[in-house]
């Protein structure tokens, strides 16, 4: 297996793998191909688009991708309350994880956090600081234990899910560039 960028070509092995991701637990979501295309047109165009994918002999086991956003878009997004975070710690570059997917029959292999792990070192060669924030939803503990374990904290802030009543999102982060500390409480 080998992390790769994104080419050409692929985007149906990731639209598949989207699509399966989310057909289990805890999402339980059926997704059309084409609702998956029309979220991947919509995310690909964003400034700063980038995406990592889980190339196994030519079949695409996971991805995951991300954008910057400014953060007028974050607030769009987001909310208000989101931004007032992220705007204390002055970064230069705002990274917003959009979405990290593996092939369920090739979960608990580490694809996820390899791919984050390689993702992290992408984003380091950004203009630092850099601030990368990720909503996990609540009860998914084993992407939790891949954010905690790649260094992301959690935010404290919790959002309700617009599609299943009951269910909660936390926003997560994690700052690359060791002055962000610094620029935080000047």
Not at 114 to 134: D, Y
Request: proline share 4%; hydrophobic share 40%.
């Amino acid at each position: 297996m080998q992390i790769r960028l994104y080419r050409a070509g692929d985007e149906l092995g990731i639209w598949t793998v989207f699509r399966l991701a989310f057909a289990g637990p805890p999402w339980f979501e059926s997704y059309t191909l084409e609702q998956v295309r029309s979220l991947w047109a919509e995310h690909k165009v964003n400034p700063g688009f980038w995406c990592l994918v889980a190339d196994d002999g030519g079949r695409i086991i996971g991805a995951t991708w991300w954008d910057s956003p400014s953060f007028e878009q974050l607030s769009q997004e987001r909310g208000k309350e989101l931004v007032e975070f992220a705007v204390q710690y002055k970064p230069r570059t705002l990274v917003w994880i959009r979405e990290t997917v593996v092939d369920p029959a090739c979960q608990g292999q580490d694809i996820g956090t390899s791919m984050k792990t390689e993702g992290l070192r992408l984003m380091n060669q950004l203009a630092l600081p850099v601030l990368v924030l990720t909503r996990l939803r609540c009860d998914n503990h084993a992407i939790q234990a891949i954010n905690a374990a790649l260094g992301f904290n959690r935010t404290g802030l919790i959002v309700d899910s617009q599609s299943f009543p009951g269910i909660h999102h936390e926003y997560w982060c994690r700052f690359l560039g060791a002055e962000i500390e610094e620029r935080r409480t000047a």
